[in-house]
């Protein structure tokens, strides 16, 4: 069962006393309350724990105004030094950083490709791919690339080559299509694209290069395409005078070769990371460099209790936020030895995970609902007999987690001991806002519960007037700004102010569902506008209509987000059909598979309905409300804005010979 406002598990309480900072309620909303007395001195104490080349003037500035706000204005830092020269230059130096295993396995199930680089390893290969970007590709500070890799260390070494240099990067998920790619290439106007020939998933050869070279047709610009040859495939087309290999941009560069870090201003702009909303193409979220390790390095500390003994793992992917803040700078910031997986979670058994977590003694597992959901299904006899005896703490994040979901990972990942949140953050936050804190003082855990808000993050739940409410639905928001918000969207910052800070003036408004239950616990059910999420991966219903009106024989369609046991949420579509054209089996093949070439795998419909009309108010707005409803067989309530009753009707009758 999904959580919902009915079936909140709110009194069920498990307090861990043994833990060493485990602490009551009403001590944490003390502790709390006091940080929100003056969250610059709070957010200061934090930031000091970095290595800054220069310190910040003014710690917080509204700049031009508000919603534009700077963070540690003045002071100069690096992303890429914090993440590897700090490490490099210590007793770190031949440390793990990253232990990576591809997704091939013998017979026997063990991996056949382990990589393992130490903070040295990676000192090196960031500074020698930052030499190589600059002198070669002649990039720049405030220079924007894209980069479309799958989970191979390249990815991250890239990245903290570019943020050496100040080069602003967007990547995009390698799940995602030609079109999708296309589109964020040309928004963040990249001269340069970082790809490899392809990727193993599910046993079978993921072609990037293609991708890419199907994504940069219409596309001018691009001055350069970087290859990394992950597969070694003999036959990976390249463009001559265009593209090249990866090592062949390294070849001659020495292994010794030192490039100094740039000096970056705390505001400038680290990454771009495009996200779904509710209209229009996905936005670009601009993250800057100061707040945001500031973020990432009390995260780490609080809410994973890092220590250097720790095996770190983090399942998500790099391409979406979770990895940028949680497998890339925060993790590595912190010194921690990590583990990164190329391939699918059930590949080639259901228990590939839990051969890894055994393999290197995993201590800390981040991992997402949807995959938990997953495993449960295969059944308790894949994760009988193996050995979890050393996570001792675990943490969930995408989604809502279901209850069951949190009681089957606690009891047999976590042997019914360890702490065990669920992570409330999102793409514009930078880093987790809302959550169980072990590493700072552990309250009561609740099973499928947020928690109570990070020190110095003021979140509430509101009604429609933006008063706080308890016990009943409302709006999450975020009532004082926090370092690694997100600093604007990218090219349209009228969009920022409009989305995130008009629905409350003076307040960031998330867009989620929420209760705040009697001890404060935050409870996020779903989203409240036209974002789903399939698998945790965050979509915009809106993307998908615009996909299926390209398609010629369709007029008009509404796309609406189920619950789904498994993947959370997926996308039903309704589709008006041109005049002439009849509806078919072929057809519904044809949509879900142009839905996929448009964006991508994750956004396939999981049905198409054909209708001949969609609900609308009498202003023309689709009632996608109302659909939802129907789907699940829900009554509908009001209806008096609805302009034609029977297509509802219609919509419904539709919909139950489909099933
Ligand atoms: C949802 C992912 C409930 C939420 C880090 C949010 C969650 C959206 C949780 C952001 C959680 C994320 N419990 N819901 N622990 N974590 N969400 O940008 O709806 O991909 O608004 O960032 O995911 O998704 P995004």
Redesign the pocket.
Known sequence: MSISEENLPYKEKIELKSWPNSTDIDSYRKMHGKSLENIEEHWANVAKELDWFKPWDKVLVADPQPPFYKWFVGGKLNASYLAVDRHANTWRRNKLAIIWEGEPTDSSGNPLEVRKLTYYDLYREVNRLAYAIRSKLGLRKGDTVTIYLPMIPELPILMLALARLGVIFSVVFSGFSAQALADRVMDAKSKVIFTADAFWRRGKVVRLKEVVDEALKGIQFVEKVVVFRRMGLKDTPMVNGRDIWWDELLSDVPMNTYVKPEEIESEHPLYILY??GTTGKPKG?VHDTGGYMTLLHATMKWVFDIKDTDVYWCTADIG???GH?YIVFGPLMEGVTEVMYEGAPDYPTPDRWWRIVERYGVTILYTS?TAIRTFMRYGDDWVKGHDFSTIRILH??????NPEAWKWAWKWLGRGSVPF?????????GG?L??HAPGLALIPLKPGT?GLPLPGIDADVVDDEGKPVQGKRGY?VIKKPWPGMLMTIWGDPNRYIQVYWSRFPGMYY???WAIKDEDGYI?????ADE?I?VS???LGTYEIESALVSHKAVAESAVVGVPDPVRGEVPVAFVVLKSGVNPSQELVKELRNWVRTAIGPIAEPANIVFVSKLPKTRSGKIMRRLLKQVLMKQPLGDTTTLEDETSIDEAKKAYEELA
């Open positions: 996200t779904s979220i979406w936020v979770t803040s609902p969930s994040v995408g989604e809502p987690i949140g669920s992570t409330w953050w999102m793409t514009e936050t987790i809302i959550s947020n999450l998330a867009g989620d409870w996020v059910l779903g989203r974002v999420k945790g991966h965050r």
